[in-house]
């Protein structure tokens, strides 16, 4: 509450993907825990990954709710239950999707209308909130989900266009102008920085958007990446206020075990089995919640599991299908296959647990047993990483997840890489195989001679949690931007009434 006894009321608008919802939803708890009030806008079947964890906070008194859409998907002929990205099979699904998410924007305007918010914080890929906000003549606020760096190297890629001086895709050049020697390859770029895209012109909205928004929310802390946090702010000129680790503010058991969605291993027996194992000795190995690998690479992760000897949990993702397997029925119903026998001989010698869908990776990254992180590099994979203290293996697909890989490997140094080199698009391309001997390699290197990466890892874990503590970096970031908001609204009503 304010002076004159207003709270600050602020709506959320999450993408209806895990890595984006998420982090947004922990956004609106980090605001309603400093007494915002925060309603966050999706759709019944997304509110239902966090309904429970949303209900604990309304228990302990904090002004939070939900308030529901619902998706066009008739409309754009898809099933009832396909609602977030992680849901969609193929390519097709994930562009119809897409379309129903663009037909919610009249739903929420109409929202946004009666509830008047003093501000919106709205994920960068919904940029019509942009103008709705400047209709309303209150502040947007931007959140992408990445990180400092990956900006930082994106800027400087589209603004000197290093890789069109380049002969091949494999040759490696330097990004110019980073405080860090940063090393790419063309291959590793995203398709939209090398020539036309079906999403160029969404792109571009984006980039509008975020122009004509008060700011952006990043989830990262200060102390992980100084150099690109002033570069971001002093070199780009972007207007940000770090909040995260947004993981962190996940501080009960079963706010960790629930986070996201329900999972699917009970979380006594993934405690109970991490517990028999000694500490760093066990290999986590999750690739988020989109990426889909081939049977070959699957074969070869699991060959490289096993011949690596390490204890390890796996968490296997949906195959990537081939058209061949299409046409067999019995394929059409294996989403989460592994080699014949393979899950059945891990259990038996007590080397693996594998898991099916989705776990509760903070708190198995938390757990003392964790060794090592085998990622995708999806920021908030590394960063749930860092604030667990715990040395990464790199394996970047698509997105901006090979700018990440960087950060890891070439400027923080806390992994190593399994030397993928090609960007795929989403994760319906299958990608160049990465042999067993090279993943073999990558988890030596971490699990037997990490030492160094792992006290780096600890050290900046360590920061992590003083960042979101009481006068930590990012709960100051926080704190300056709720008192922001609230003169920002005094002023509003101020030049209201003397326009009056
Ligand atoms: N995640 C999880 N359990 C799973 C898979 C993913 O909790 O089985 C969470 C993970 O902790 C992270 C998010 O999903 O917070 C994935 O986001 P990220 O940015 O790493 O990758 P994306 O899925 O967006 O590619």
């Known amino acids: 509450m304010d002076s004159k006894g207003h709270q600050l009321d602020v709506v959320f608008i999450p993408y209806m993907a895990p890595g984006h919802m998420m982090p947004m939803v922990e956004i609106s708890r980090l605001f309603s825990s400093h007494g915002v009030k925060a309603t966050i806008i999706t759709t019944s079947i997304n509110a239902s990954r966090f309904k429970n964890i949303i209900d604990g906070d309304v228990k302990l008194g904090r002004p939070i709710s939900i308030l529901t859409i619902s998706l066009p998907l008739m409309e754009v002929g898809l099933p009832e239950g396909c609602q977030n990205l992680a849901s969609a099979p193929d390519p097709e699904t994930t562009i119809k999707l897409f379309h129903a998410i663009e037909m919610v924007q009249p739903q929420i305007e109409n929202l946004l209308t009666d509830l008047k918010p003093d501000c919106i914080v709205s994920d960068v890929l919904h940029p019509w909130t942009a103008y709705i906000a400047l209709q309303l003549s209150i502040p947007r606020l931007a959140f992408s989900g990445s990180c400092f760096f990956s900006d930082c190297v994106s800027y400087c890629i589209q603004q000197y ?16 102008n980073l405080p860090d020697q940063v090393v790419l390859t063309r291959s590793q770029l995203p398709d939209l920085v090398k020539g036309k895209t079906d999403f160029d012109e969404l792109f571009e909205r984006l980039r509008e958007a975020e122009k004509r928004s008060y700011g952006v929310l990043i989830n990262s802390f200060y102390e992980l990446e100084p150099a690109y946090a002033d570069y971001s702010r002093l070199q780009m000129g972007k207007r940000s206020w770090h909040i995260g680790p947004l993981s962190l503010f996940n501080r009960e058991m079963d706010d960790k075990a629930e986070r996201g969605d329900k999972s699917s291993i009970h979380t006594h027996t993934c405690l109970s089995w991490l517990d028999s194992k000694e500490p760093n000795s066990v290999l986590y190995i999750c690739f988020g919640s989109l990426t889909r690998f ?17 204890p390890f949990i796996w968490v296997v993702g949906k195959v990537l299908k081939s058209s061949e397997d299409e046409s067999r029925e019995e394929d059409r119903e294996e989403e989460w296959w592994l080699p014949r026998g ?3 001989q891990m259990k038996g010698s007590g080397q693996g647990l594998i898991i099916r869908g989705w776990a509760p990776q903070v708190l198995i990254l938390e757990h003392p047993a964790i060794g090592g992180f085998m990622t995708h590099c999806g920021w908030n994979s590394i960063l749930e990483g860092v604030s667990a203290g715990v040395p ?7 997105a901006e997840q090979f700018y990440n890989e960087k ?24 990608s160049p195989l990465i042999e067993k001997e090279r993943i073999k390699k990558a988890i030596s290197t971490v699990m037997d001679d990490g030492e160094e990466m792992r006290k780096k890892a600890k050290k900046l874990s360590e920061l992590a949690k003083k960042a979101v503590e009481e006068g930590g970096s990012s709960h100051k970031d926080m704190k300056a931007l709720i008192e922001e908001l609230r003169l920002y609204r005094e002023k509003s009503i101020v030049q209201y009434n003397t326009q009056k």
Do not use: C, D, M
Not at 294 to 310: C, D, F, H, P, V
């Open 392 to 398: 990464l293996i790199t394996w970047p697909i698509f």
């Open 161 to 176: 266009a290093p890789h069109k001086e380049i002969q091949l895709e494999n040759e490696e050049f330097i990004v110019p």
């Open 294 to 310: 081939t049977k070959r690479q699957l074969t070869e992760i699991a060959t490289s599991l096993k011949e690596s000897a390490n």
């Open 342 to 344: 393979f899950e059945e």
């Open 407 to 430: 950060i890891v490997t070439q400027v923080l140094k806390l992994g190593v890489g399994v030397g993928n080199k090609v960007w795929k698009v989403w994760a319906t391309e299958e």
